[in-house]
Every structure is written in C-alpha cells, then in structure tokens.
C-alpha cells in the first residue's frame, strides 16, 4: 500500500527555522516526483515544488523560488521541506504529494499533511 | 505569473448535473486534472490527463477540454459530493505547475 507519512504540527516563533518531513513507502521512492503543497488558513491550494529523489532535481514556483528548501533523503525515503527564518504568514497546511509515474498522471497520493502555526 | 481561475461557488440540486470551469491561458497545450477536498482532509485526484478518472473513482465524475476552458462534470450529483473542487495544469513551458482558485460545491 502506497502511503505518505508527514510529520507532526510545528508550533514555531517567527525568524525560527523549520524542517519538516514526508516519508514514502509501499512503492520505489526513488522514481517518482515528490511535490509540496501550501494551503493557508481558509484559502486554497498553492503549488510550492517537487523534487525527484533519485537524482534530487528540484523545480520550484516561481512564488517560493528563495523562500523554502525542498531536498530528499532516498536512504531513509524522505522528503523535505525547510525554512531558514519562518514569517507568520507561513502559518498554513502543507501537503506533500506523489506525482504519478508518468509526468501526465497528476497528484495521485497525498500526504495527511503538517499544520506549522509561526506566531510570536 | 500563469494562474487558472475558477468560478468561486456552485450549487446544485441531488441528482442533478454540477459543471465547474478553469480558464487558462496553457490550457491548450498543457493537461488538466481536478481534485476534490473535502473539509479537514487531504485532496484527491479525481481526473488526470483532461478526462481520465482514476482507479476508485465514481464514473460520474467526467472531464472535458475545449480551447483554454477545462470542465469538470458530476452527473447525478450526491451529497457526498459536496466539496472544494480544483483544478492544476502547468505553465505553457512546463516549468511549473499552478493550482486553480478553487470552487465550493454546494448540494442543495
């Protein structure tokens, strides 16, 4: 079975720095895209990245190029997302999500997500 | 930057035919796929390549493409279908990908 597990709320200050992660299993981590997803409160979806953990190519947004770190431990399948200096309008749901095998197959397994509250 | 827009609502009665449209500028030359949130939950992948449905997927659940419009259909809408809707191409370079606005179906 094909699961996603992120790791748990963050409660952090602002300037803070944050990792937080997205461990795959059930499938071969190294050969599919791994993307990120914010969704701030009451708003929706926004894309962030995605990294390839075979190789760790890594595509940003144009909106997150220079905020956020996206990397990825294939020894241990896990992906990254990290924060040098958090804002508290970072505060928001981030998903990860499995691209499918083929670049046309979209978003085809999610993450339950990680809710990072940043406030002073 | 590329955005995709949606309309922000629609309603609709049990039974009845739901469309939500996403306007593109790329949507020609780039696919289609929707996902459904429901509240407190992880979206899902409910069409992929403009009109395939995934595995498990209700087979009212349909979508369509004509110029830079995309459509997403629920024929014989139920209430569990009640849900924020997006759409999600990418850029005509294929740099990057970019969600829709989003839309809130409502079952009456």
């Known amino acids: 079975e094909v699961q996603l597990v992120q790791s748990g709320a963050e409660v952090k200050k602002p300037g803070e720095s944050l990792k937080i992660s997205c461990k795959g299993s059930?499938?071969?981590?190294?050969?599919?895209?791994i993307g990120w997803v914010r969704q701030m409160p009451g708003k929706g979806l926004e894309w962030m990245g995605i990294?390839?953990?075979?190789?760790?190519?890594?595509r940003y947004s144009p909106s997150f190029q220079g905020q956020v770190t996206i990397s990825a431990d294939k020894s241990i399948s896990t992906a990254y997302l990290q924060w040098s200096s958090l804002k508290a309008s970072d505060t928001a749901m981030y998903y990860c999500?499995?691209?499918?095998?083929?670049?046309?197959?979209?978003?085809?397994?999610w993450g339950q997500g990680t809710l990072v509250t940043v406030s002073s | 930057s590329y955005e995709l827009t949606q309309p922000p609502s629609v309603s609709v009665s049990p039974g009845q035919t739901a469309r939500i449209t996403c306007s593109g500028d790329?949507?020609?030359?780039?696919?289609a796929y929707w996902y459904q949130q429901k509240p407190g939950q992880a979206p899902v992948l409910v069409i992929y390549k403009d009109s395939e449905r995934p595995s498990g997927i209700p087979e009212r659940f349909s979508g369509s493409s004509s110029g830079t419009t995309v459509t997403l259909t629920i024929s014989g809408v139920q209430a569990e279908d009640e849900a924020d809707y997006y759409c999600q191409s990418a850029d005509s370079s294929d740099t990057y990908y970019v969600f829709g606005t989003g839309t809130k179906v409502t079952v009456l």
């Open positions: 059930g499938y071969s981590f190294t050969t599919y895209w």
């Open positions: 990294i390839y953990p075979g190789d760790s190519d890594t």
């Open positions: 999500a499995r691209r499918g095998y083929r670049a046309n197959d979209g978003l085809d397994y």
């Open positions: 790329a949507l020609p030359k780039q696919y």
